[in-house]
């Protein structure tokens, strides 16, 4: 079974400055997707980042981009030019791309609330 | 653009009461899929729905039950609330082929009393 671990439950950044969540997982399959989510107070759950772990570049959305190991199976997400509407929770997500079932489950990890400090 | 609906966005039941919540895919999207977050957890996978069949299952109760209709539209239907249901419970949909990712819906917040 796979597994998604955030060991930073909470970090903080300063305004404009640049933070790096962490998320590690684990798996034995070969090829699937994972995904930053971010959480709001408001709870809505908006998706940050994919990224196919078939591809070697790694994934770049405006300020958010993330580094991707596969080998260490490592999948940290870097928000440059921090913004107070950056501060939330962030969930790091692995999804299967192979399916008995018909459909494709998200493993959450436990998320890293993060603050931005003004 | 059309986003995923959930119905009610907040609901207080009490113990032992029963609760349907109802989740609208946005339109073209066959899959639903149904989670569950407790306050201050991530959110767990209870049950998911292709072309109005169950498709997958994870940690759902069996005081849980849910179902797909024809419209695509799903409900998720808790009986015997107990306390420890308090949650945020999401829907999120996609369409089975080509899509990577799940689209949530805001959620819906359930308090048992």
């Known amino acids: 079974a796979q597994t998604v671990t955030q060991s930073q439950p909470e970090m903080s950044v300063q305004e404009a400055e640049t933070v790096t969540l962490s998320c590690t997982y684990d798996?034995?399959?070969?090829?699937?997707?994972l995904f930053w989510y971010k959480q709001p107070p408001s709870r809505q759950m908006i998706l940050v980042i994919r990224?196919?772990?078939?591809?070697?570049q790694n994934a770049t959305e405006n300020r958010f981009s993330v580094n991707f190991q596969k080998a260490a199976k490592s999948f940290s997400l870097k928000i440059s030019d921090s913004q107070l509407g950056d501060a939330a929770m962030y969930f790091c997500a692995y999804r299967s791309v192979f399916t008995t079932s018909g459909t494709y489950k998200y493993i959450f990890g436990t998320g890293t609330r993060l603050k931005v400090l003004a | 653009a059309a986003g995923v609906i959930q119905s009610p966005r907040h609901l207080i039941k009490e113990k032992r009461e029963t609760a349907t919540l109802k989740c609208y895919p946005i339109?073209?999207?066959?899959?639903v899929y149904w989670y569950q977050q407790g306050p201050g957890q991530d959110p767990q996978f209870l049950i998911s729905?292709?072309?109005?069949?169950?498709?997958d299952k994870g940690s759902i109760p069996d005081r849980f039950s849910a179902q797909q209709f024809s419209d695509y539209h799903s409900e998720l239907n808790m009986s015997s609330l107990e306390l420890g249901d308090s949650a945020l419970y999401f829907c999120?949909?996609?369409?089975?082929?080509?899509?990577?990712?799940?689209?949530f819906g805001p959620g819906t917040r359930l308090t048992v009393t």
């Open positions: 999120a949909s996609s369409p089975r082929q080509g899509s990577y990712e799940q689209y």
């Open positions: 798996t034995s399959e070969s090829d699937y997707y």
């Open positions: 729905f292709y072309e109005k069949m169950q498709s």
């Open positions: 339109p073209r999207h066959d899959t």
């Open positions: 990224q196919e772990a078939y591809k070697q």
